[in-house]
Each structure stands twice: as structure tokens, then as C-alpha cells.
């Protein structure tokens, strides 16, 4: 009888083996099978982050350019009121010295213009017209102070109001201030037009 039990319990086991083996390697599949589906999970993941932090760092720099372009608007109306603040107080102090038929031969002058301006106008040169630099003393031929070279809102341009009898006008990039009745050159603003 334990031999026949002996026997028998070997022969089970000979057949249960295989069942055994087969169940171990379905485990072994599925195992395998979750191990590749948890790498799949994670690859997935993966991408889902960068994509997410590209999203993020793409929003990022939207906000710092945008931030940068306030900050220099910023900068750039500070350094324009700081402009328009210096151009004011020239003015007023000019204003303060005005320039009168008395007091002219004070503001004789060559100066070179601290400022350029974009005249609305293009300047027409008299025919057969070379550039000569003039400076304070000097005496100018009449046509080139005729009214069509006139500047008539000279304090766009920060320049003084003249008196009776004087008038600025623009010789080529120079704002001249000439006596109208001997053409003499009183002051010279050059460079001042472009």
C-alpha cells in the first residue's frame, strides 16, 4: 500500500508538472506583460511631462517678453518725459533771455544743433546751389533768404523767437538767422534738419 502511494503521487506529479510549468509561465507572461505595459505607462508619461514643461517654458518666455517689452516701454517713457523735461526748461530759459534788435549782437553764435528734426518739407535749392558753410559776420546773396526758405514755426525747433527785421531760415541741414535787410549772418544752427 505505500509502495501504491508512493507510486501514485509519482505519477501525479508527472502530471501535474506540465499544469505547474504552463501556470508558471503564464505568470511569467503576464509578468513580462506587465512590466512592458508598465513601461509603456511610463513612456507615456514621459512625453506627457515634456510636452507639458515645452508648454510651460513656451508660455515662460511669452510672459518674460512681454515683461521685458513693458519694462522698456517703461524705460523709454521715463527717458522721454526726462526729454520733453530738458527740452521745457531750455525753452523757458530762453524765453527768459529774449532776443530783441538791442540785445542781438549777444547772440551771435555758430552752434551745432542738439537735436535734429525731420523738416515737413523738402528743402529746394536755389539753382546752381553749392553748399557753403556760413558762420556769424558773414553776409548771405538774397535769394537764399527769400520767404519759400523761411522757418516759420521756429519754436518747434527750439529756436529763439527773432525780433523785427531778422528771420531764421533753412539753408540746406542749418537753421540760419539772418538780417533781412543786409543778409548778414547772425547765428547758425547747424545740422539741425536731416
Known amino acids: 500500500m505505500k509502495t501504491r502511494a508512493i507510486l501514485l503521487a509519482t505519477v501525479a506529479v508527472l502530471f501535474m508538472a506540465p499544469a505547474f510549468a504552463a501556470q508558471s509561465d503564464n505568470d511569467n507572461n503576464n509578468t513580462n506583460n506587465n512590466k512592458h505595459h508598465a513601461q509603456q505607462v511610463d513612456q507615456q508619461t514621459d512625453k506627457q511631462e515634456r510636452q507639458q514643461d515645452r508648454r510651460n517654458d513656451t508660455a515662460n518666455d511669452r510672459q518674460d517678453a512681454r ?3 513693458r519694462q522698456d516701454a517703461r524705460w523709454d517713457q521715463g527717458g522721454d518725459r526726462m526729454d520733453a523735461r530738458h527740452d521745457r526748461q531750455q525753452v523757458e530759459r530762453r524765453m527768459e533771455r529774449r532776443m530783441t ?3 542781438i549782437n549777444s547772440f551771435r553764435a555758430n552752434n551745432y544743433a542738439r537735436h535734429r528734426y525731420h523738416y515737413s518739407s523738402r528743402w529746394n ?3 546752381n546751389w553749392r553748399y557753403t558753410r556760413y558762420s556769424y559776420g558773414q ?5 537764399y533768404y527769400g520767404s519759400s526758405f523761411f522757418i516759420v514755426d521756429f519754436g518747434l525747433f527750439g529756436l529763439y523767437s527773432p525780433p523785427y527785421g531778422y528771420q531764421w531760415i533753412r539753408y540746406g541741414h542749418d537753421a540760419i538767422l539772418v538780417d533781412t535787410r543786409s543778409g548778414e549772418v547772425i547765428r547758425v544752427e ?3 534738419f536731416y
Not at 139 to 143: A, T
Open 67 to 69: 515683461q521685458d517689452a
Open 190 to 192: 547747424y545740422n539741425m
Open 101 to 103: 534788435a538791442e540785445n
Open 125 to 127: 535749392a536755389p539753382r
Open 139 to 143: 553776409r548771405m546773396p538774397s535769394y
